[in-house]
């Protein structure tokens, strides 16, 4: 049978209940019954103490045992004396005992209550002589007895045996220990039931909130990405929900961003293949003669799909969260030195010009990925080779602000316009006109700057450059 959450959290508070009043019960009702154990033994105690000195005393009177020996009524009278709790009439089968013509002591009694847990002290002693000679007792049970010596002026002169056994209680004493036991039972009973009413609230107020996040989720897989459960707490529970919120933010934009891709990627694979095509029917009807240049400029439509379709997989993956990262804390200057270093002749190529500019006083260190590191500033400073104008300037400035590293590449013309500057950062977005797609680029590579930015917890913006062409500014980040 399935069981909900709200079962699984009833029977898991019932039963840490049960294990933890079981165990105070048992532990409250051992207590219980040591502490009056130890109580009745002191007073059995007591009773010994007491008819070690009356029997002392008549040693001490009559000098011999001689007068006892053969006087059963004395010897249960002395054994009734010395109970410091007796009543004002001895018990039935005390009574019983004067009765019995045996001198055989104990006597064997039909009503003693031996089956009850408690066997009398008088029923128990036993007097002996010096010579451990009986005077009253059993010859059988002589290997049982625990024997104290009676002493009368430094000399032992009997001994008083003890057979196995724990002193009875008293009626009172009975009633007591059941009443205690019975009140612990119920108050055992009466936690239990609160417990369960307790564990059952506590269940539905926790099971209330997981309901309704296993909800939120069949509607999530369902796709209904715009579900968002409401946040009533800041404990686990409260993280949960908002965990969940941004799971489903993120699923509704990346949902959203997917029909965009297949809306730009079907506009952006359209062109170069009409291309393509336009240019192979011309081959085939004869239009456009098959010679070098004709094989170039198919080779090169061929190369800018090659570009697209490889920008578009960086990007996918980058999307994905399956670019793989292998950070680290890395110095961030010298990897921008080496990526500069291989670039150069392409900017001098173009006669551009390079300004390095290094503010920073100390070396910095951040936590990131090397490679992805220059796969970033290898797309930012391919940007600004293939955009600027020949004879043109790229001014690199290193500088910290607080706790951040903060790199700025502006290049000179063209420019671009202030109201595109927003829209660079858009995957396919390319600015009309100077930076355009003659340059063969499918406005995918500022976006993979971008995700790889945001993954290493950096900001990323484009605003004009003072050399009147477009500034990108990096904010790292520092670790060390």
């Known amino acids: 049978m399935h069981k909900t ?83 004002h009439r001895p018990p039935p089968w005390l009574e019983q005992a004067r009765r019995e013509s045996t001198l055989l002591w104990p006597p064997a009694l039909s009503n003693l209550p031996t089956n009850k847990r408690f066997i009398p002290l008088e029923m128990r002693a036993m007097l002996l002589n010096a010579d451990k000679s009986i005077i009253f007792g059993r010859q059988e049970a002589m290997q049982q007895l625990t024997l104290q010596p ?32 019975e009140a612990f039972i119920w108050i055992a009973l009466l936690m239990i039931f609160m417990s369960a009413v307790l564990a059952w609230l506590l269940a539905y107020t926790l099971g209330r909130p997981l309901k309704r996040i ?8 369902v796709g209904r990405y715009s579900i968002r459960l409401p ?33 730009d990627i079907s506009h952006e694979l359209r062109t170069p293949l009409a291309i393509l095509r336009g240019e192979l029917e011309a081959l085939q009807d004869g239009i456009r003669p098959l010679t070098t240049e004709a094989i170039d400029s198919l080779f090169g439509d061929v190369m800018r799909l090659n570009r697209l379709t490889e920008d578009l997989y960086q990007l996918s993956l980058s999307d994905q969260g399956a670019l793989s990262y292998r950070k680290d804390h890395v110095d961030p200057v010298e990897i921008l030195k080496e990526d500069l ?7 001098q190529n173009k006669q551009i010009t390079i300004k390095w500019i290094n503010n920073l006083p100390d070396p910095i260190r951040i936590y990131g990925d090397p490679d992805r590191l ?18 043109g300037q790229l001014a690199i400035t290193l500088s910290r602000e607080a706790d951040k590293l903060v790199l700025d590449f502006s290049d000179s013309e063209p420019g671009v316009p202030e109201h595109e500057l ?26 993979l700057c971008s995700n790889i930015v945001e993954a290493h917890n950096a900001t ?16 790292f980040p520092i670790s060390v």
Not at 164 to 172: L, Q
Not at 341 to 347: D, K, W
Not at 380 to 387: F, G, H, M, P
Not at 422 to 447: I, M, Q
């Open 5 to 87: 959450i709200r079962v699984k959290l009833f029977l898991t508070f019932l039963a840490t209940t049960l294990l933890v009043v079981s165990g105070m019960y048992a532990f409250m009702r051992w207590s219980l019954d040591k502490g009056f154990s130890e109580f009745v033994e002191t007073r059995q105690q007591e009773h010994v103490t007491n008819l070690m000195d009356g029997l002392t005393d008549y040693y001490a009177n009559h000098q011999n045992w001689r007068t006892l020996a053969g006087d059963k009524q004395k010897w249960i009278d002395l054994l009734w004396q010395s109970n410091p709790h007796r009543h």
């Open 150 to 181: 009676i002493h009368y002026q430094e000399k032992i002169v009997g001994f008083l045996g003890l057979l196995p056994g724990k002193t009875v209680k008293r009626g009172s004493e009975i009633r007591f220990m059941e009443q205690q036991t």
């Open 214 to 221: 296993t909800s939120a989720a069949k509607a999530l897989a």
């Open 231 to 263: 946040v009533e707490s800041t404990d686990e529970l409260g993280q949960l929900a908002r965990d969940f919120n941004e799971m489903a933010a993120a699923l509704e934009q990346s949902e959203q961003a997917r029909r965009r891709w297949m809306a």
């Open 341 to 347: 270093a291989a670039l150069t002749p392409e900017f």
């Open 374 to 391: 220059s796969q970033l500033y290898r797309n930012l400073l391919n940007n600004s080779a293939n955009y600027t104008n020949s004879m």
């Open 422 to 447: 927003p829209k660079l950062f858009d995957r396919f977005y390319r600015v009309e006109g100077s930076r355009s797609r003659h340059h063969g680029g499918a406005g995918l590579g500022l976006a």
């Open 460 to 475: 990323i913006q484009a605003h004009a450059s003072p050399l009147k062409g477009l500034t990108i500014r990096i904010e």
